[in-house]
């Protein structure tokens, strides 16, 4: 049996929930469009509504990695964040991306022409999104596929960002035969435990799925550690 080994970077007091059915592009509920803060990440300038990611080896054992985030803007402080960078190595593809600003109650600017690029670095290309006309209240919302032959290492996955984040999602999804080994790191006390279940291929429903799922809520965002001398 062949395993494909992935790393999880783990945060402290993440919790394994029920795996939920995937969020919707474009419906939000009420309280995403209209809520001014969120108590549970008071004076946020921004805050990650939903990160979800999946790896899926499809059927001809290409690993694709889908990914789905929306962002809330609370203050102009994070209406200047409007930039999001998509770091995707040599010999991967970068598939099926579409970005938008929601502004409530249902106006949308959709992310094209110069708000996005693609630029070379010396690690590889990284496509910089700038979503426009952002204000308090708006919702970025984006979500992409990677696509590479290559079956080795899945690269790590991070639930905690700069942001609080509300729910961060990561799923395996396997054929029969292939195995997988979880790497875990930054934790204080116990991984979450993985939740898993058998689904339908979303590009071949007649073709069976293992996934296995790690779910994140109420992530505290991510604190820039001082420099110490060596």
């Known amino acids: 049996m062949k395993s494909l080994p992935f790393a999880l970077a783990l945060l402290p007091f993440l919790v394994a929930t029920p795996v939920a059915s995937a969020a919707t592009w474009g419906e939000f509920t009420r309280e995403e469009l209209f809520s001014t803060h969120l108590e549970e990440a008071p004076g946020a300038d921004a805050v990650v509504l939903l990160d979800h990611g999946a790896a ?15 962002v809330k803007i609370f203050t102009e402080a994070g209406a200047a964040q409007n930039v999001m960078r998509i770091p995707y190595a040599e010999g991967t593809e970068l598939k ?68 609080f984040t509300r729910e961060s999602r990561f799923d395996l999804q396997l054929p029969k035969g292939l195995a997988h080994r979880a790497l875990h790191g930054g934790l204080v006390g116990p991984a979450p435990k993985p939740v898993i279940d058998q689904i339908n291929d979303p590009e071949k429903a007649e073709r069976r799925l293992w996934q296995t799922t790690w779910t994140a809520r109420d992530v505290p965002a991510h604190a820039p550690q001082p420099l110490t001398p060596n």
Do not use: N
């Open 56 to 70: 899926r080896v499809d059927h001809k054992f290409r690993l694709k990695f889908t990914r789905h985030r929306r």
């Open 96 to 163: 099926k991306f579409r970005a938008h600003t929601f502004l409530p109650p249902d106006k949308k600017e959709k992310v094209k022409g110069d708000h996005v690029r693609d630029e070379e670095t010396p690690d590889g290309m990284v496509r910089i999104v700038t979503f426009p006309k952002v204000q308090p209240g708006a919702i970025l919302e984006v979500s992409y596929e990677l696509r590479r032959k290559e079956l080795d290492v899945v690269d790590p996955w991070f639930f905690q960002s700069e942001h």
